[in-house]
């Protein structure tokens, strides 16, 4: 399992990619398997640990990048005969050694960055084993070994009243993820909202959010840990998630729904395949009727949200999805034959 060394695994707070790789990796183990984690040295887990950076770099000023990240890849690589499979959960990097080892190596694409990228995974579309985490964010150019949802543990998030009387963002500070459409939705219908994720646009968080921070009606709690992400999604009315670009998929959408919160989301991205309009959320295409929404959800049957959500992305399901594909991708049966499929 070759994670990101952005942040440890499992992450202290933010850290979607290196969450998935942890999810993965226990629940492998629980099944049996032998699993060798690629993480840093301060990560937890119950697989064989190997690391080449003592901490993830986005924690720790003193740990290069660059340096570390070639030192990350390399180890997995230079061992790879050890293996039946290496899943790459890191990007796109590892990809261009894939051609000088037998082993197969199945690459999630937690989204791309940006079209730069993307030559990247055409040259090694033939031996990539690509999988996508949304049908939302397949490209006709690549070919897909399977569309694999993420799965989140159930048992790290409580059923929640949503009786905290607030309204949550829960994400990035950043346009893409529509901290601000979320402020005046709350706003408009005079309900507090929280904030709470990590300051990714300094610019933006100081201009759009930081003249609304009075302590009442809006609140930043900064980047939150297990325990109290929790506790804020149970707590909340709805999750407003009204992103500004097409989301491959939106771990803090699921964590909410398995809370029973429901979702009020724009109309984006795999948006469609998470939220299940009047089961647990809605789906909309502005503010107007995002404000509207809110309302609408104190009809929805959190318990049902909960229980749609469990079905659906839970950490079981996630693991019988990759443990299925790396069986069939170590066979050699070719992407043409029979694939996993996430509940839509």
């Known amino acids: 399992m070759l994670a990101s060394i952005a942040h440890r695994v499992p992450p202290r707070d933010y ?3 290196e969450q998935v790789a942890a999810t993965i990796t226990e629940g492998l183990v629980a099944r049996g398997h032998d699993v060798t984690l690629f993480a840093t040295a301060d990560s937890l887990t119950s697989a064989r640990l190997h ?3 003592p901490a993830g770099y986005e924690e720790d000023a003193s740990v290069d990048a660059k ?3 070639a030192l990350h890849i390399a180890a997995v690589f230079e061992r790879a005969d050890q293996f039946d499979v290496i899943s790459n959960q890191f990007d796109f990097l590892p990809l261009v050694f894939t051609r000088m080892t037998s082993t197969p190596v199945v690459t999630t694409i937690h989204g791309f960055s940006s079209e730069h990228i993307v030559p990247v995974y055409r040259a090694y579309d033939d031996v990539g084993h690509y999988v996508a985490i ?6 006709a150019d690549l070919t897909y070994a399977a569309t694999i949802h993420h799965g989140i543990e159930a048992r790290d998030f409580t059923a929640g009243a949503g009786d905290g009387g607030y309204l949550l963002f829960l994400g990035r500070i950043h346009p893409d993820k529509g901290t601000a459409a979320a402020i005046e939705v709350a706003r408009r219908v005079g309900l507090p909202l929280v904030i709470a994720g990590v300051i990714q646009d300094a610019d933006y ?3 759009e959010v930081e003249p609304h921070l009075d302590g009442t009606n809006v609140t930043y709690r900064g980047p939150v840990g297990p325990a109290e992400r929790n506790q804020l999604l149970g707590g909340a009315r709805a999750l407003l998630h009204l992103i500004d670009f097409d989301e491959p998929f939106g771990l803090s959408v699921v964590e909410a729904m398995i809370t029973g919160t429901p979702v009020i989301a724009f109309l984006r991205g795999s948006m469609p395949e998470l939220v299940r309009p009047g089961i647990s959320g809605f789906l909309v295409d502005d503010v107007a009727q995002a404000t509207a929404a809110v309302a609408a959800v104190g009809d929805l049957d959190r318990a049902a949200c909960r229980l749609d959500a469990l079905a659906r992305f839970s950490a079981d399901r996630m693991v019988d999805d990759y443990e299925r594909l790396f069986r069939r991708i170590v066979a050699g049966i070719t992407p043409d034959g029979p694939q996993p499929t996430s509940a839509a």
Do not use: I, T
């Not at 949304?134 to 490209?139: F, K, L, T």
């Open 15 to 17: 850290g979607p990619w």
């Open 51 to 53: 690391a080449e950076a």
């Open 67 to 69: 340096v570390f990240e």
């Open 134 to 139: 949304s049908h939302a964010d397949r490209r």
């Open 205 to 207: 968080h100081r201009r």
